[in-house]
């Protein structure tokens, strides 16, 4: 731990110092990312298994979120899609990108929180993510855990707007890995005249990123605004109340498209 301490920047010492202010629920602890070291552990060895012959067409089938899966009367009803999409990618690159952004912003943001409310963050912003899929393209298969990602950005936006910290290396992050799938699109269609083809072809689900980032932020704004002991009740009573709210949306896309 005090090697840890010792290695930390000015700015992540006084940003701990504001966040462990005024009897906070969540003690600022310098130890190990646990929680984010057991996540990319997870979904490494989910990733080695997909590399046997003949195993990552069934991993990914059977992990994967398609919104059809939410409807009974399609032939099945797998509702454990929404969360299980964070643990199949669809290749190296892909698993790699996603590992090594949680690896940076979990060893930051993770101590700040709690193990426990950092998972809680992290299956927030899957469900969130894979909640927005169904919503917007609800019958675009997607993997990944782009929308869990997004949610640690989001959430880590807010706190450190909360806190005082400068966001805007952060805020320029996020801009840049939202918009690039509309830029590369956009510069696609001069030649072939359609933007939305264009976009699908990228490859990228836009939408996981945004319910991601859009669930992170609300989580971050719940834990930056629950911080003292007594209003640890609040806090969790806030965090389900998100999970059913995101729970209640997904009766929009079974009307509306099913």
Same mark, same amino acid.
């Given at each position: 731990? =005090?090697?840890?301490?010792? #290695?930390? #920047?000015?700015?992540?010492?006084? @940003?701990?110092?504001?966040?462990? $202010? $005024?009897?906070?629920? !969540?003690?600022? $602890? $310098?130890?190990? *990312?646990?929680?984010?070291? @057991?996540?990319?552990? &997870? ?5 080695? +298994?997909?590399?046997? *012959?003949?195993?990552?067409?069934? %991993?990914?089938? @059977?992990? %994967? ?39 940076? +912003? ?20 899957? %469900? ?11 019958? #675009? ?6 929308? =869990? ?5 989001? =959430?880590?936006?807010? +706190? ?12 320029? %992050?996020?801009? &840049?890995?939202? @918009? ?6 956009? &510069?696609?269609?001069? #030649?072939?005249?359609?933007? !939305? ?24 704004? +719940? ?31 079974? !009307?509306?498209?099913?």
């Amino acid at each position: 731990m =005090a090697q840890q301490r010792a #290695t930390e #920047t000015p700015a992540q010492k006084k @940003a701990e110092r504001r966040w462990a $202010s $005024s009897r906070p629920v !969540v003690a600022v $602890s $310098s130890g190990r *990312p646990v929680a984010t070291l @057991a996540i990319i552990a &997870i979904t490494g060895l989910v990733y080695i +298994i997909g590399l046997v *012959p003949g195993l990552e067409p069934l %991993l990914s089938n @059977a992990l %994967l979120f398609y919104g059809p899966y939410l409807v009974p009367q399609f032939g099945a009803f797998e509702p454990w899609r929404l969360l299980t999409v964070s643990l199949v990618h669809s290749g190296f690159f892909h698993i790699g990108l996603n590992m090594l952004a949680l690896w940076f +912003i979990g060893r930051n943001l993770e101590p700040l929180l709690g193990r426990w409310r950092f998972v809680a963050l992290y299956v927030l912003g899957t %469900l969130g993510g894979s909640v927005a899929v169904a919503l917007i393209a609800p019958l #675009t298969p997607v993997v990944g855990a782009s929308g =869990a990602i997004f949610a640690l950005f989001g =959430a880590l936006l807010v +706190i450190g707007r909360h806190i005082g910290a400068d966001i805007r290396v952060i805020a320029v %992050l996020i801009g &840049i890995n939202f @918009a690039w799938p509309f830029v590369v699109a956009l &510069i696609s269609s001069i #030649t072939t005249g359609d933007f !939305v083809a264009a976009l699908n072809d990228v490859g990228v689900s836009w939408q996981a990123h945004l319910g991601g980032l859009v669930t992170g932020a609300a989580v971050g704004f +719940i834990y930056a605004r629950t911080r003292l002991a007594r209003q640890k009740a609040l806090q969790i009573g806030s965090l389900v109340a998100v999970t059913l709210v995101l729970l209640g949306l997904l009766v929009v896309p079974v !009307v509306v498209y099913y």
